[in-house]
């Protein structure tokens, strides 16, 4: 994912948020207060990690019903703040709801206490849970709701208190995500929000009063907080990036639902998620026919605003400034030797709606290992499978991969030997389940997977001793 920790603002006062697809101002307010937040947080810690589980849980089940009663509501700020389609964006604030069951579940799954075999009749072993404590959490622009709200359910489930930094290109989303968890009784301290941009991502990482950072985000922004965090390792440093994911095509006879899958895995919300493919590797002997129905498809793609009718498959990317970034990567790679198959074109030089583009990139020996956060696929041909599999580990990334393919044997060698922590058959390489970890390796993560797998990140294990009294007594070695 492109930004990071944000960007500077254009005033130190407030954050205004426009909409991409018409440019008017949907929302502004004033930049948040970082050193009072961190103190609320710190105060409001002991009281709610004291709350029992079964209270944390009967709030946050509320929530998610407020979330549900308001998934219209919440919807239309996410569609109109992204410039997403509203169907996509609706279904993003169902999401959020959803997640509260799924982390509740993972929570006793993997974080509830064991009791070990006994030591002796009289001494037990036994393995509890903690929360870290005060924890921050950066969101991104491209799921402004759903990731950041991955970070924040596990973690107040755990007992842990929450500042929340939306991206500064998406405050109102983060800010009726926060307000649906006020409504449901989260005290107002134990969840808050810091509006702001990367001045206020920087402070925040850097304080001394908080226990860790819960990040989403693209390298870039990983690994300077690496760098941070490299200082002070008992604080919890949890990081999910971006990927330069590939997608092989290779013995499949659909090729109708090969096309289908490379341009729901490309061009997906614009080709804003990070398991968006962003190389497609195919057979240099079956290659024209998979790409000739790509081509057909991207042809009768919508690209629309996010209540246009009929509805639109993609709305635009986040923002002009993002349009510019994509459409400067795009003709960096035509310099390095892209042959053009379906042009990237800006449809509107006022707005950031751009058209999918597939380029082959083939011939060029000079392909920049990046992750281009927008709609850009580049073709890359093979000879042999063994060349495919070369080429999709040829990435300093390691977040999502898929192979399409009709041959299983294909498929458990390419799970063997793909490096990414997402490895999909006969499946788009944005298609991951929310009961499943997520995340990846490389510059795509930190061993630290989200999703289900999030209750391991925002609580450490306490082993235990115990005996009903002190009966120990020193046998040797005294006088």
Not at 217 to 223: D, E, K, L, N
Not at 237 to 250: K, S, T, V
Not at 298 to 307: A, F, T, V
Request: aromatic share 8%.
């Amino acid at each position: 994912m492109w930004f990071y920790l944000g960007k500077e603002t254009n005033t130190v006062h407030e954050i205004i948020s426009k909409e991409p697809a018409t440019g008017r101002v949907l929302w502004r307010g004033p930049i948040g207060t970082i050193e009072p937040t961190v103190q609320k947080a710190r105060l409001a810690l002991k009281a709610w990690s004291k709350t029992t589980l079964e209270e944390r849980i009967h709030i946050l089940e509320r929530f998610a019903e407020i979330v549900q009663e308001k998934a219209d509501i919440f919807g239309d700020i996410i569609a109109r703040e992204t410039g997403k389609p509203f169907w996509e964006a609706r279904t993003e604030a169902q999401i959020v709801a959803s997640k509260v069951a799924i982390s509740i579940a993972a929570y006793k799954d993997r974080t509830s206490t064991q009791n070990l075999p006994a030591i002796t009749p009289d001494i037990k072993s036994t393995v509890r849970y903690k929360p870290h404590g005060v924890l921050v959490v950066l969101g991104p622009f491209n799921f402004p709701a759903h990731l950041p709200n991955g970070h924040i359910i596990p973690a107040i489930l755990a007992g842990n208190v929450v500042i929340f930094k939306p991206s500064e290109k998406t405050p109102a989303s983060g800010e009726f995500l926060v307000q649906c968890y006020h409504e449901a009784a989260v005290p107002s301290d134990v969840v808050q929000l810091v509006i702001g941009g990367r001045k206020e991502g920087e402070i925040l990482s850097q304080h001394k009063d908080i226990d860790g950072l819960l990040f989403t985000g693209s390298s870039h922004g990983g690994v300077a907080l690496s760098r941070i965090f490299a200082e002070t390792p008992g604080r919890i440093l949890a990081l999910e990036m971006g990927g330069n994911n590939p997608l092989i095509i290779w013995d499949t006879q659909d090729i109708e639902s090969a096309a289908a899958i490379a341009v729901q895995s490309a061009y997906l919300s614009a080709g804003q998620r990070c398991t968006c493919a962003r190389r497609l590797i195919i057979r240099e002997d079956k290659a024209e026919p998979i790409i000739q129905a790509i081509c057909q498809l991207i042809d009768r793609l919508i690209i629309d605003q996010p209540y246009a009718e009929p509805k639109p498959f993609m709305g635009c990317v986040i923002d002009n400034e993002a349009a510019d970034h994509i459409e400067k990567a795009y003709k960096n790679r035509l310099e390095k030797g892209g042959k053009v198959i379906r042009p990237l074109q800006r449809i509107d030089p006022e707005k950031p709606f751009l058209t999918p583009a597939l380029i082959d990139m083939t011939q060029s020996t000079d392909r920049p290992d990046e992750e281009i956060f927008g709609p850009v696929l580049q073709i890359i041909r093979v000879n042999n499978f063994d060349a495919a599999i070369e080429e999709a580990n040829n990435t300093r990334f390691g977040l999502s991969a898929a192979l399409i393919d009709d041959n299983e044997e294909h498929f458990v060698r390419f799970w063997e030997e793909a490096k990414a922590g997402i490895i999909n058959w006969n499946r788009p390489t944005n298609g991951a389940p929310s009961t499943a970890p997520f995340g990846g390796i490389g510059l795509s993560g930190n061993h630290r997977p989200s999703a289900y797998f999030a209750a391991d990140y925002c609580s450490y294990p306490v082993t235990s001793t115990e005996s009903g009294k002190a009966d120990t007594q020193i046998t040797v070695g005294l006088k």
